[in-house]
Structure formats: structure tokens, C-alpha cells
């Protein structure tokens, strides 16, 4: 769609992809160059940050669901010591 947004005035409007080209003048794929501290930073969240499948860990929504709601699951109570086992 053209307007007034992408009009000539403004810039090339180009419309066949064989002449799209990567503004940085690479191949246009995407990518990321990490210094070995920016690429141990992010390896350390990627772990931190991983799911666990087998795991099934009480969600807000059932921490403060009201009685007679969510039939499949039954009122979660949490004590201290049960929180502190979890850690």
C-alpha cells in the first residue's frame, strides 16, 4: 500500500526484491557478535532462565483464585516452611 508515509518525497520506494539490500551492506541475515564477556553473560542467563518441562510450580493465578473456581485444581496454602523447601 502506497501513501504518503512511503511517497517518493521521502525515500526510494523499491518493490522488487531483487533489489532489497542490507543497509550495513552484509547478506541480510540477521546476527549478534558478543565480546567473550557479553556471550558468558548471556550463556549464564539462558541457564538461569530455563525451563524446567517436569516441573509444575503454583502460578499467581492459583495463589489467588477464589473459592468454587478452577474446579481441576484445589485451593493452594503455602506456609513458610513450604516456601522455604522450594528454594
Not at 43 to 53: G, L, V, W, Y
Not at 56 to 84: C, F, I, S
Request: charged share 30%.
Amino acid at each position: 500500500m502506497r501513501g504518503p508515509w512511503n511517497s517518493d518525497d521521502n525515500f526510494d520506494y523499491v518493490s522488487d526484491p531483487e533489489q532489497f539490500t542490507a543497509v550495513d551492506g552484509g547478506d541480510g541475515i540477521p546476527g549478534v557478535a558478543l565480546d567473550p564477556m557479553e556471550e558468558r553473560t548471556v550463556m549464564a542467563m539462558a541457564e538461569r532462565t530455563t525451563s524446567d518441562p517436569a516441573s509444575n510450580p503454583v502460578t499467581g493465578v492459583e495463589l489467588g483464585k477464589a473459592e468454587g473456581t478452577m474446579a481441576k485444581t484445589t485451593k493452594v496454602r503455602l506456609d513458610v516452611d513450604t516456601l522455604a523447601q522450594r528454594k
